[in-house]
């Protein structure tokens, strides 16, 4: 039986996220969890801040996508895979920090996030899809210039 605390609904052994109420406005994700399923917070609107436990290591596809009034988050090390579209059109997302962790940063993932200030894309990124960053002005990467896979239009049009 999946257990609802704190406005979020977990699987039975607290490893995964299922989803969240819809008018949650701060989400501290439990130690453990491993997994952010597919549209977990998706169209939280009124969701504010996030906080990642160490644990993570996958944000699932349009995970926290249209949380209009989300501001800033932190990636966790141990997140190896940012699904498609997991925070496209968080129109008010500002900051982000990517770790380390990262190999991959799937289509649309941060797509429409117009706000984002200048973000740094870990040099152990191994692929990032299409669009990922569509709309973000300023992007910084000092990785491997091969062995990196980069989907048509990242940045899109500007």
Not at 32 to 50: D, P
Not at 75 to 85: K, L
Not at 130 to 155: D, R
Request: with cysteine; aromatic share 10%; glycine share 8%.
């Amino acid at each position: 039986m999946p257990v609802t605390l704190n406005g979020i609904e977990y699987s039975d052994d607290l490893t995964t996220v299922l989803q969240a109420d819809k008018d949650i406005t701060y989400a501290a994700i439990l130690s453990g969890v491993t997994t952010i399923n597919k549209e977990a917070f998706y169209r939280c609107e009124q969701l504010t801040s996030v906080s990642l436990p160490d644990s993570l290591q996958c944000v699932g596809e349009l995970a926290f996508s249209f949380c209009s009034n989300l501001t800033s988050v932190v990636i966790p090390n141990a997140v190896q895979t940012i699904a498609d579209g997991a925070f496209a059109h968080c129109a008010k997302l500002e900051k982000v920090i990517l770790s380390e962790g990262i190999a991959t940063i799937g289509e649309n993932a941060f797509y429409k996030c117009r706000r984002l200030s200048p973000t740094t894309i870990p040099t152990n990124v191994k692929k990032i899809g299409s669009q990922a960053f569509y709309g973000v002005k300023v992007l910084y990467y000092s990785g491997p210039k091969c062995g990196t896979t980069w989907g048509a239009g990242i940045l899109g049009y500007i």
